[in-house]
């Protein structure tokens, strides 16, 4: 079950190389814009390539609501910039290599096919407040989160 609604979020600092090197502090937005955090199991794979390169592709629309999205793996940050570079992902990738965040947010994903935990696919609304505003974790890794919720949440916050 993930975080609920109402709750504080987790402030985490996590390694990023896309869209440059850099550490990807979560309380960094507080007090300036809302956060969508996008958990997805890993990078390469077919409906997390189809999540983040949809998502890549609206990036606009989310920037125009007043959001930053982020994207957690628990892939290495190098693994995230080669799928970002083949795939072209623009959005922030974030690696929980430890699986810190995942578990502090309760999207930990144990043995996915068999190969060890990731994240779960998850989405959160983060508000400027630092408050979660929207917590889905999908029933399986191949179902995505609810986009047209994820924008009407931030809409109403905007």
């Known amino acids: 079950m993930a975080l609920p609604i109402g709750s504080k979020a987790p402030d985490f600092t996590l390694k990023s190389r896309t869209p440059v090197e850099a550490d990807v502090k979560l309380s960094n937005n507080f007090g300036k814009k809302n956060t969508v955090l996008l958990f997805f199991p890993l990078a390469f794979t077919s409906v997390c390539t189809k999540e983040m390169c949809d998502v890549s ?8 609501l007043g959001a930053e999205v982020i994207g957690v793996s628990v892939d290495s940050p190098q693994s995230q910039q080669a799928w970002a570079q083949k795939d072209n992902i623009k959005i922030t990738l974030a690696s929980d290599l430890n699986k810190t965040v995942v578990k502090a947010y309760d999207v930990l994903f144990p043995m996915l096919a068999g190969i060890g935990d990731t994240a779960a696919r998850a989405a959160f609304v983060i508000d400027k407040s630092g408050v979660i505003q929207y917590s889905e974790r999908t029933p399986t890794p191949k179902d995505l989160p609810n986009f047209v919720a994820i924008q009407a949440v931030l ?3 905007k």
């Open 57 to 64: 592709n609206g990036l606009g629309d989310y920037t125009n």
């Open 155 to 157: 809409a109403k916050l």
